[in-house]
């Protein structure tokens, strides 16, 4: 059963990288530092810390898919600005970041969910979302618009500004184990 849940979870995930990778988008990001890189846009599939800390670098993707849990003993960062090469009502550049801590099957229905944990994660990427897994440890949100979608943090989520704290939604599916509160 687990063969087959890994089997399934690589074919979508496999299927929603050669749906990104068929438009991929070269854009240029900015760090929280104010560096200017030029990113592609895609997605990205992991399964090792390394592989992970590389996929929420500024020069990593606008999208970080797990494949299992994964346990860091180091402070994780978010950070860059990507574009997920769709465009809004008015025709600009989405611009969004997006850890996938789960799979799904064919229909886009969860099939598993993943952990991460770490002492700290800190939000630097704007348009940000957490979704369908857990976050072990804290959270720093440093941006605006940061979600949590069916997701859980194990810890704390502190803001470190207050439209960061005014622009964060959690879904009804979503839970804060610790405080939530400007820092």
Known sequence: MKKKVILVSLIVLATLMV????TPATTETKTSTGTS?????TASVVNTNAAFETAISPQ??????TLNDLTFTNDLTLDGVFVNGKKDADGNDVTQRKIAAYAQDDARNVTARYSITAPKLTILSPNASFEHGTFVGDMYVSVANFQLKDAKVDGNVYFTTPEAQSTFVMDATSSVTGVQELQ
Do not use: K, P
Not at 19 to 22: E, T, V
């Open 37 to 41: 890189t030029d990113v592609v846009t």
């Open 19 to 22: 749906g990104c990778a068929q």
């Open 60 to 65: 990593g993707t606008w999208i970080i898919a």
